[in-house]
């Protein structure tokens, strides 16, 4: 038979809390089909070691440098806790809160941030926009124009490239048609008033 026996080497150093028993459950143990079975771990979440900060920092503070070190970390403001907890938990920053505050300030922090990304993918599309305006005013097209022409004539420009999504690109590009069409035809009736 295959059985494993442990003995308990008793030592002369007081310090070390040892008991056979304690050995007996940290190592793994044999069945009689020779199958090992891996001690049952606990779910509980082990305490990390608390920094020296936490103590002497008001919680403000170390609420900023935790989102300092979100924000530095690439922290997207679309995923989850556990998702993104493998870039921040070797930070030290991580430790200057507790756990329940941690996950109070990567809340806040995640909401903050769609908020700000969509504050700020409206102002480059904006801004894109009147950069594909302009490029439409200075490229002389008239209201007869088509949007497949004025494409295959400037659509390697770089302001032609920054709104991104074809849809935006005629809709912009019709948005401006159709002004060109309503001044040409207001020209065309003041025209008829003067005569």
């Known amino acids: 038979m295959n059985e494993c026996i442990l003995f308990a080497i008793p030592t002369a150093d007081k310090s070390s809390n040892y008991h056979t028993e304690d050995i007996n459950e940290e190592h793994t143990t044999k069945t009689k089909r020779n199958k090992t079975e891996e001690p049952v771990e606990d ?24 989102r300092d070190m979100l924000l530095e970390r690439g922290v997207s403001a ?28 990567f809340e806040q922090f995640v909401k903050a941030r769609i908020k700000e990304e969509y504050k700020e993918k409206k102002r480059e599309l904006q801004q894109a926009k009147e950069e594909f305006r302009t490029l439409l005013e200075e490229s002389k097209i008239t209201s007869r124009s088509t949007f497949k022409e004025f494409a295959e004539k400037y659509g390697r420009d770089q302001r032609f490239k920054k709104v991104q999504k074809k849809k935006d690109q005629e809709r912009f590009f019709n948005q401006f048609i159709n002004s060109l069409k309503k001044r040409d035809k207001e020209n065309r009736l003041r025209l008829r008033k003067m005569r």
């Not at 556990?82 to 507790?98: C, G, M, Q, S, T």
């Open 43 to 66: 779910t509980e979440e082990k305490p990390f070691k608390v920094s020296p900060h936490r103590t002497i920092l008001p919680l403000e503070v170390r609420t900023g440098h935790f």
């Open 78 to 105: 679309f995923s989850t806790w556990e998702k993104e907890l493998h870039k921040i938990v070797f930070d030290p920053r991580y430790l200057l809160l507790n756990s329940e505050e941690r996950k109070q300030v």
